[in-house]
């Protein structure tokens, strides 16, 4: 072996290096250098600067974000016609790397403010009213695409299990170790459910099977595939992506 020999780096051990270069490319496009210091006092070459002015503007994002949403508005909806064939698989990792698990022996783990914590399996799940929507997913980076999902409307499932509704937070972990989180008001929203079906089958490993939430009105980093366990809280839990500075509110 060649002693000099130079080890090209890893995609895992350069990610974070990357994240942080985008989003510093994102706050230079979207503010100027004046703007930038009457915000934060800082400059464009202080990294730290830079990181904390992010953390500001994402904090205000939010509350901006938040303050404009309503249960009464809705996403559109679309016909048949227009859902997107196939639609696309998106997730941190390939489809080589999917991950599946048993249906018949999932259970759904809750944790938090809920007053019946029972784990609840498909089967049971498949029990409570369903509902359908072909609405369009919004992904972070830039594609969009029209699905026809299926599942229980996630306020009648968290009514069901005494869910604190005056609870701030709801967390989700992922058994392919994604965890996002969102804020009580999208969860209580009428289109948001806990999808079970993709068109008229049962929701495949693609997906999200067994279990994926849907959510028109947040981008795609915000609905979870692969559900394992869900928490209700009043301290934000935080997400994959959103501990890496994306946005935290996400709204489409």
């Known amino acids: 072996m060649n002693p000099f020999r130079r080890v090209r780096p890893t995609y895992d051990e350069v990610r974070p290096d990357l994240v942080k270069i985008e989003r510093r490319l994102m706050l230079r496009s979207a503010l100027s ?37 309503s249960n009464d508005h809705l996403a559109a909806t679309f016909p048949p016609g227009a859902i997107t064939k196939p639609f696309p698989f998106n997730a ?32 049971q799940l498949r029990e409570l009213p369903q509902q359908r929507q072909i609405t369009r997913h919004i992904c972070i980076e830039g594609w969009s695409a029209i699905g026809d999902w299926s599942g229980v409307p996630f306020s009648v499932f968290l009514k069901r ?18 965890f996002t989180s969102i804020d009580m008001a999208t969860a209580l929203h009428p289109q948001t459910i806990m999808a079970l079906d993709y ?13 994926k939430l849907r959510m028109p009105t947040k981008l795609g980093i915000k609905n979870p595939k692969y559900i394992a366990a869900i928490t209700i809280t009043n301290h934000n839990p935080g997400g994959y992506w959103e501990n890496q500075g994306y946005n935290w509110f996400s709204g489409s």
């Not at 503007?57 to 949403?69: E, H, I, P, Y």
């Open 33 to 69: 250098l004046g703007a930038l210091s009457m915000l934060t006092g800082c400059n464009l070459e202080d990294g730290d600067s830079v990181d904390e002015a992010l953390k500001i503007m994402s904090r205000f994002n939010d509350k901006v974000q938040a303050a404009l949403f």
């Open 92 to 123: 941190y990792y390939g489809m080589a790397d999917i991950r599946t698990v048993d249906a018949a022996s999932w259970r759904l783990e809750l944790s938090g403010q809920i007053a019946d914590r029972r784990p609840w399996s498909l089967a």
């Open 161 to 178: 299990i005494g869910a604190d509704l005056r609870a701030r937070y709801v967390g989700f972990k992922c058994f392919d170790d994604y």
């Open 199 to 211: 068109g008229d089958s049962p929701l495949p490993p693609a997906y999200g099977a067994p279990l």
